[in-house]
Structure formats: C-alpha cells, structure tokens
C-alpha cells in the first residue's frame, strides 16, 4: 500500500506565482487534512476535509484554497505564493473506525517562496 | 483556547538511558491525546494515543504515556533508548470542537541519542 502521496516533494516559486500541491490516499479514508510544519510551531491545521464533498476551514487558512476531487484526493492551492507560505506541508487521512485523531500522513512536501 | 506545550525544545540522551519527554495540555474536558514521531525527512507516525480508561498507555517501539489528569499532562516514556529513536516528537489533543479530527500539535520535541 502506498498510503498517502504528496507530489511534489520539493518546490520554489517566486513571490506571486501559484500552485498546487497534491495529494491522494489508496485506504479508502473519509478525511484528509492539509498542514504546515514551520520550526518551532509544530503542525497547524490548513483544511481539511471531513468526507468528500465538504471542506471546513482550520487554523491557518489563509493564502489557500483546497479542493476535494474525490475520496482519494484532495488539493492545496496557493494562489499568490508569499515568502510567509515557506513551510513543509503534509497532507494526511483517517478513517473513523480507526478512532479519533489517528492519522496517517504523506512524506511532506517542502515548498520555497522567494 | 485548546493548546498543547513541549517544554523541551531538544532532549540529548545515552543510548540505554532511560527517557521521558514532557507534554501538558489546555483543554476544559478530558480530551483524546496522542504521540506521534517524525523521523528526518519523514512524515508523522503514530506512536501511541488515550482515549479513556487505563492511564498508562502502551504504543509501538516500547513507548508508553501516562495521562495524569490533575496536571494536565501526558508524559511520554521509554526505559531504554535506541540510537533509532533519534527523531521529533510530537504531542497531540483531539478536542471535542473539531469532531475530534482536527489535532492540536505541540511543538515537538527533537531527541539526540549518543551512542
């Protein structure tokens, strides 16, 4: 199983430039969440998306829009990338039979903004 | 608010020492809480979570937590350290508000193992 996969791993964008990071699960999860890891802060919640069809908001959402295409894959859009957005950003899925807050996340993507 | 704090930023150990890594929690109900590592270039892994009942919970790679109400806190432990478990840790609350699937993360600690 493959789990969770986040594409691209590395990315550098010019301020104002956009993108989209990618992610998709093969376990047939319900949910998936965008975070960003930065030092010193730990993980903080973007979006995410509790079933396919709805996307709610989390901590830091700002600068980022999400689309849940279907039950596998779920997207991060930066639209006008900003130095603040430099980050490593996971992806991540669960299932509610699994239990509450047991999550399974991709490899990371580390984007730039320069 | 929910928060979550690490007080120890970074944690250097023998290997074979023992080891214990601090975590308290802010959260007006018993929440759900967790532990979950990250190895270099890694994403998370779960390494153990309390829900309810016992208070000493045991995880994967010989990890175990003690949730102890009266201090808010949710203390990761290990008797003996292996030169693999050098690697962040991160602790974790589940609150009620979020459907319990929206996790507040710490700020991890980062452990060094000397051989």
């Known amino acids: 199983n493959a789990g969770v996969t986040q594409t691209p791993k590395f990315q550098v964008l010019k301020t104002g430039q956009s993108m989209t990071l990618q992610c998709a699960q093969d376990?047939?999860?319900?949910?998936m969440y965008w975070y960003r890891q930065d030092p010193g802060m730990g993980l903080r919640l973007i979006y995410y998306?509790?079933?396919?069809?709805?996307?709610d908001k989390g901590e830091v959402p700002n600068g980022y829009n999400v689309s849940r295409l279907n039950k596998r894959e779920f997207s991060l859009r930066l639209e006008s990338a900003a130095p603040s957005q430099t980050s490593v950003y996971f992806c991540?899925?669960?299932?509610?039979?699994?239990?509450?807050?047991?999550?399974?996340f991709g490899a990371g993507s580390r984007l730039t903004v320069l | 608010a929910q928060s979550v704090t690490q007080p120890d930023i970074h944690i250097t150990v023998s290997e074979g020492a023992s080891l214990e890594l601090r975590c308290n929690y802010s959260?007006?109900?018993?929440?759900?809480l967790f532990w979950y590592v990250q190895s270099p270039g890694q994403g998370l892994q779960l390494l153990l979570k309390?829900?309810?009942?016992?208070?000493l919970v045991q995880g994967i790679k010989g990890f175990e937590a003690e949730f102890k109400r009266s201090q808010s806190s949710f203390n990761l432990r290990k008797p003996s350290v292996h030169w693999s478990d050098a690697a962040e840790y991160f602790c974790?609350?589940?609150?009620?508000?979020?459907?319990?699937?929206?996790?507040?993360f710490g700020a991890g600690t980062r452990l060094a193992v000397h051989p």
């Open positions: 991540a899925s669960s299932e509610t039979g699994r239990g509450p807050g047991v999550l399974t």
């Open positions: 376990m047939n999860h319900n949910s």
């Open positions: 998306s509790a079933s396919e069809g709805t996307t």
């Open positions: 959260y007006g109900a018993t929440p759900y």
């Open positions: 309390y829900f309810s009942g016992d208070t």
């Open positions: 974790a609350v589940a609150p009620f508000s979020g459907g319990y699937n929206k996790l507040i």
